[in-house]
């Protein structure tokens, strides 16, 4: 236990040099949210660089902590028997403490690589490689089954930001000891540092089982985030594991229209694509997401829609969709859905 609470509710201002729990010493912020703040720190006692979640004070976030690492330790339990645990981030250690806001139930992390997100921000209009995004959508399923057979635990927010890298351990090391990489998004300067031709070697494991809970025991009706969201949830009805299948399926989707290849700077660079991005930014219209392998198969699909008479633009997305806002891998193709169709076929992802 540390200093006595003043002010209850707060994230804890831990700074660097401090040292938590007699061991954890605070290197670098790493992110935060409503519920906690996560530090880099050096785990003086294994001599090795650890994630540190600390949530903020109070009653309420201290059960909601306490919660969370009964989950995490049954993962931990039930790793020995399905190697396919590997794919949850793992909980090293927790602890409690108190300081100025209050009392704070902590948790010690393996330290992984930045989320998803970050990768998909930095590919940008390019996208992500779909080789990749099989292997990343295989290695999520992989660990949701863990979570559902052997735990019999409901994630229930499955979602990019919740998806983080296992970056090689020379990769990260190299990033730690270079003290000016350090910014306001250091993640994303991680993924930057990486060769653009080690993407495969990449892994994905499963994070923040904040708002987990266990299949037997749903702890409320409005679960995940909303562009991840189950049917079932939008109706308020009772759910299972099945609501996490959806969100992956939300996930994979994402990164399938993300990885379409973005047309849009094709299309400004062009007079007549200058003025077919104006009429749509005045205008609007209806919009149809689709997966191409490549600018060409868009192409293709564009030029089909104009031999059915369907006006076509190539759009910055306006985050109607499950697509990110600003990917730039839209293709909107305006008519009658039946028509719209004829273009699209099975390819069609979101409306």
């Not at 201290?62 to 790793?79: F, G, H, P, T, Y």
């Not at 999520?140 to 089954?145: I, N, P």
């Not at 031709?197 to 499963?206: A, H, R, S």
């Not at 759009?315 to 009658?336: F, H, K, N």
Request: a negative charge.
């Amino acid at each position: 236990m540390e200093q006595a609470a003043e002010d209850e509710g707060g994230h804890h201002p831990a700074q660097q040099g401090d040292v938590l729990h007699g061991r954890y010493q605070v290197l670098q912020r790493l992110g935060s949210g409503y519920f906690a703040t996560v530090w880099l720190c050096q785990d003086r006692a294994e001599k090795r660089h650890v994630a540190v979640k600390v949530p903020k004070g109070g009653e309420a976030f201290a059960d909601a902590a306490q919660d969370e690492i009964s989950l995490l330790r049954c993962v931990n339990s039930m790793k020995k028997k399905d190697r396919a645990g590997e794919n949850i981030v793992h909980l090293l250690d927790d602890f409690k403490m108190i300081g100025v806001n209050g009392f704070h139930v902590c948790s010690v992390f393996e330290l992984l690589g930045p989320s998803l997100r970050c990768l998909m921000r930095i590919h940008g209009a390019q996208g992500l490689p779909l080789p990749f995004v099989k292997k990343a959508l295989l290695q999520v399923l992989a660990g949701l089954h863990f979570l559902h057979k052997h735990c019999r635990i409901i994630h229930a927010d499955i979602k990019p930001e919740n998806i983080l890298l296992h970056v090689s351990e020379a990769s990260l090391q190299s990033f730690l000891c270079d003290a000016d990489a350090w910014n306001q998004s250091p993640g994303d300067d991680l993924v930057r540092q990486l060769d653009p031709c080690d993407i495969m070697k990449l892994g994905v494991k499963i994070a923040d089982l904040g708002s987990a809970c266990w299949t037997y025991k749903p702890v409320c009706k409005e679960i995940q985030t909303q562009p991840y969201r189950a049917l079932e949830v939008l109706l308020g009805l009772d759910y299972s594991t099945p609501a996490d299948i959806w969100s992956t399926g939300c996930l994979t989707a994402a990164q399938a229209g993300h990885a379409a290849v973005g047309l849009y700077r094709l299309a400004e660079q062009q007079p007549a694509g200058r003025e077919a991005l104006q009429c749509w930014d005045e205008c609007g219209a209806k919009k149809v997401v689709v997966q191409g392998t490549n600018a060409a198969h868009l192409m293709d699909l564009q030029a089909l829609a104009l031999s059915l008479e369907l006006p076509t633009y190539l759009v910055r997305d306006a985050g109607r969709t499950q697509v990110p806002a600003g990917s730039c891998t839209v293709l909107a193709i305006m008519g009658e859905e039946e028509t719209v169709n004829k273009v699209t076929g099975t390819l069609q992802l979101l409306n």
